[in-house]
C-alpha cells in the first residue's frame, strides 16, 4: 500500500465535482429511477413471479459476466470514452425497455435483453470512473474523493425512486424509464465535456500488454486475503437491502411502514459518506473499514429483537450509518493495491470479487432463513459481517507512516 503523505498541495476536491460527481450523481438518480419497477414491468408483460424475480436479477448479472471485458475495454480506449460507450449502451438499454412495454407490441425477452444491457453497462461505466478519479486525484485525498463518488451514486439513487414515482403519476410505469433515460443522457453530455487522461502513449501500451490471467497469478495471495474481506463485505451489504422490508413484513408492519423505514436508513446513509473518506485519509483505512462492517453486523443481530416501528426504525437505521460511512471503501481498497500499469485490469477481477459477494449475500440469507426461519437467517447474515470486520482488520495494508495527513 502506498504512504498516506502529509502533502495536502493545491488540489480540491470541488475541482472535479462536475467531472466525476455530476455524473456519478445522474447515473444513480437513473438506476433509482428503473429498479423500483422492474418487477412490475414484467408483470405488465405477462411474466411469471420467478421469471419476474430473475428479470430482476440482470441488473446484477450483467454486470458480474462484464467487469472484466470492461477492464480491457477501458484500456484499449480510454476511461473518459469508456464512460461515454457506457451511457449509450445505457440509453439503448432503456430505450429497449420502453419500445417492450408498448402493450400491443414488443416481448419479455426483448426486456430483459435491455435490463441485461443496462447491468453490462453499468458495469463499464463504474470501472471507468473508479479509474479515471484515482488517476486524477492525489494520494493524500483519495479515500475523499471517492467516498464522495460512492456518496453521491447513493444520492443519486436515492432521489431517483422519488423523481420516477412523480412520473410514474404522469404517464405510467414508462415514466420512470424516461427519467432514467433523460439522467443517462445528461451524464453522457457532461462525459463528453470532460478532457480525456493523459498519462502518455508508453503508458497505455504497457498496460494494453497486462492480462488478466497475469493480473491474477501476480496478484492471488492479494485477492485471497484482502479480496475475499471485500467479498464478505459486499454480502452483507447487499443482504441489508432485503432484511427491512423481510424483518417489516415478518412483524406485521405495512408497505408503507416498511417503505418509510427503509428510506430513512437510505437518507442515513447518503449523509455520512464524506466524513467517512476524511477519517480513511487522515488515519487509515482500517478506522473505517472495520466499524463500518461491525456496525452492519450489531444492526442484523439487534433486528430480529425489534417488535415494532420505532424500535425498527433505530436498527435500520444503524444499518443505514454503517454502510454509509464505509462508502467508497471497496474501491479505495482496490485503488491503494492496484497497480499503476495495468490497473484497470486489475480493477476488472477485484470488482468480479466484489460483485460475486453480492450475489452471495441474499443466497446466504435466503439459505439460513429457509433453515431455521427469518430470524435466525438474518443471525448467519450477521455472522458475515464479523467474519468480514475479521478479515479487514487482519488484511488491509498498514500505512507506511505512523503520521498521517490531515
Keep these: 500500500m502506498e504512504a498516506l503523505q502529509d502533502n495536502p498541495g493545491e488540489f480540491r476536491l470541488r475541482s472535479v465535482a462536475v467531472a466525476a460527481y455530476a455524473p456519478a450523481a445522474l447515473f444513480g438518480v437513473g438506476q433509482g429511477a428503473m429498479l423500483p419497477v422492474i418487477v412490475a414491468s414484467s408483470f405488465a408483460r405477462g411474466a411469471s413471479a420467478s421469471t419476474a424475480a430473475l428479470i430482476g436479477a440482470l441488473i446484477g448479472i450483467g454486470s458480474l459476466v462484464t467487469n472484466i471485458p470492461s477492464g480491457i475495454l477501458a484500456t484499449r480506449i480510454g476511461e473518459r ?4 460507450v457506457a451511457a449509450v449502451l445505457t440509453a439503448a438499454g432503456l430505450a429497449l425497455c420502453l419500445v417492450n412495454l408498448g402493450r400491443s407490441f ?7 435483453g435491455g435490463i441485461l444491457l443496462i447491468g453490462g453497462a453499468s458495469s463499464v461505466f463504474n470501472l471507468a470512473r473508479q479509474a479515471y478519479l484515482t488517476e486524477m486525484v492525489p494520494l493524500h485525498m483519495r479515500a475523499r474523493a471517492l467516498s464522495a463518488l460512492g456518496g453521491w451514486m447513493r444520492v443519486g439513487i436515492f432521489a431517483g425512486p422519488f423523481l420516477g414515482a412523480g412520473a410514474i403519476r404522469l404517464a405510467g410505469i414508462p415514466g420512470a424509464y424516461e427519467v432514467s433515460l433523460v439522467a443517462t443522457i445528461l451524464a453522457g453530455l457532461i462525459v463528453w465535456r470532460v478532457p480525456d487522461l493523459d498519462l502518455g502513449e ?5 498496460s494494453a500488454g497486462v492480462t488478466t490471467l497475469g493480473v491474477v497469478r501476480s496478484h492471488w495471495r492479494l485477492f485471497l486475503t484482502l479480496g475475499v474481506g471485500v467479498l464478505l463485505l459486499q454480502a452483507i451489504r447487499q443482504s441489508r437491502q432485503s432484511v427491512i422490508p423481510l424483518w417489516a413484513s415478518h412483524i406485521g408492519l405495512s408497505p408503507t411502514d416498511a417503505s418509510i ?15 467517512a473518506g476524511k477519517v480513511m485519509d487522515v488515519r487509515g483505512r482500517r478506522w473505517v473499514a472495520v466499524p463500518s462492517v461491525a456496525i452492519m453486523a450489531a444492526a442484523f443481530f439487534l433486528m430480529p429483537l425489534t417488535h415494532g416501528v420505532l424500535t425498527l426504525i433505530l436498527v435500520s437505521m444503524l444499518l443505514g450509518f454503517g454502510n454509509g460511512i464505509g462508502s467508497g471503501i471497496v474501491m479505495t481498497l482496490a485503488a491503494d493495491v492496484s497497480p499503476s500499469v495495468g490497473r484497470l485490469t486489475f480493477l476488472g477481477v477485484w470488482r468480479e470479487l466484489a460483485d460475486a459477494g453480492a450475489a452471495m449475500g ?5 439459505a439460513a432463513t429457509g433453515i431455521a426461519g427469518l430470524g435466525f437467517g438474518i443471525g448467519v447474515s450477521g455472522g458475515v459481517g464479523l467474519a468480514a470486520a475479521a478479515a479487514l482488520w487482519a488484511w488491509i495494508p498498514r ?7 490531515r
Design 81 to 84: 470514452r469508456a464512460m461515454l
Design 106 to 112: 414488443g416481448s419479455l425477452a426483448l426486456y430483459g
Design 202 to 206: 508508453e503508458h497505455r501500451q504497457a
Design 399 to 405: 500505512p507506511q507512516r505512523p503520521s498521517l495527513s
Design 261 to 275: 423505514i427503509y428510506g430513512i436508513a437510505g437518507a442515513i446513509d447518503a449523509l455520512t459518506f464524506y466524513p
Design 362 to 366: 441474499p443466497l446466504i440469507l435466503s
